[in-house]
């Protein structure tokens, strides 16, 4: 009997071997490879965002064939939902966990064209509305949940620079860091006055910790393999000193060169509350963070 349960499990694995994977499919734009088009995208989508937070897929709402094109094109409307994950953050997307509703959830409804480019789906142009759950319907559900600020409010801001020069003050890295931007904002009234709730990412410059505080302006934001990248959370209540948390397992980062963060052409010069998902291809800069390659220890 023993011998016969062994047999059977190698059939099943030399059965399971000898299906095609992904990669052996020839992507021909059919509605039953769907799947392989939106995983895809959500990829592409993902690799070509450069500000504030990773996005997941949620659904597929209806789809377009173009019949008789050569390569095969087909039109997809998506629905991704924003992540708690960073673009800092080095995290594969299927651990990255979705907002809550009381966090003010993200969603994009993304008109994506896949199509066929030597046998592999390939993404070929997308457009994204990005918006935020609607506030007023949270404070229903929710009246004493936080609510998103506008990502250039200045006294949220205060809050952040206030936050980030303790970090620099307490942190034992001896480079300085600046901050690359400011993922999110929320704000929450308490007995003791306005609290910000705030989320950001820094990057290593070519100061030291030392040096810095007399000569900001001349530190530079390192690029290439040589970048160092964080992410913080602070909280500031009333008028007491901001609690800052950094997330120290993905803040040490080694990253190829020639990638860069860019502006959002077209869309907004300043977002409101939330960065939104922007068209592709962006210029050439050496200032945000490209695609990580692997982790760095920290410095000794």
């Known amino acids: 009997m023993r011998e016969l349960v062994i047999l059977a499990a190698l059939v099943l694995a030399l059965h399971a071997a000898s299906l095609p994977t992904d990669t052996d499919v020839q992507y021909e734009c059919q509605e039953d490879q769907d799947n392989i088009a939106t995983l895809e995208a959500e990829s592409f989508i993902n690799d070509h965002h450069r500000h504030g937070y990773k996005f997941k897929f949620f659904s597929l709402d209806s789809r377009s064939a173009e019949e008789k094109t050569d390569p095969c094109e087909v039109v997809l409307r998506l629905t991704l939902e924003e992540t708690e994950c960073h673009i800092v953050n080095p995290k594969p997307l299927d651990q990255c966990n979705t907002r809550m509703e009381t966090q003010t959830k993200v969603t994009a409804k993304c008109n994506v064209t896949v199509s066929s480019v030597e046998g592999k789906a390939a993404v070929k142009r997308y457009i994204c509305d990005t918006e935020p759950a609607s506030h007023e319907i949270l404070v229903t559900k929710c009246p004493d949940c936080p609510s998103l600020l506008p990502l250039h409010d200045p006294k949220a ?40 709730f705030a989320q950001f990412a820094i990057m290593e410059t070519n100061c030291t910790n030392k040096e810095a505080p007399q000569n900001e302006e001349s530190c530079k934001a390192l690029c290439g393999d040589q970048a160092r990248y964080g992410f913080c959370k602070s ?3 009333g008028n007491e000193e901001p609690i800052v948390e950094l997330r120290p397992s993905y803040f040490i980062l080694s990253m190829p060169e020639g990638r860069h963060q860019f502006p959002c052409h077209g869309f907004v010069k300043i977002p409101p509350s939330i960065y939104p998902i922007c068209p592709f291809p962006p210029p050439r800069l050496c200032r945000g963070p490209p695609d990580f390659i692997r982790p760095r220890p920290p410095p000794q």
């Open 235 to 237: 909280t500031k209540v």
């Open 157 to 196: 801001l205060e809050s952040v620079k206030t936050a980030l020069q303790k970090f620099n003050k307490e942190s034992d890295h001896k480079s300085y860091f600046k901050l690359m931007e400011v993922g999110r904002i929320s704000t929450q009234w308490m007995f003791s006055g306005q609290s910000f």
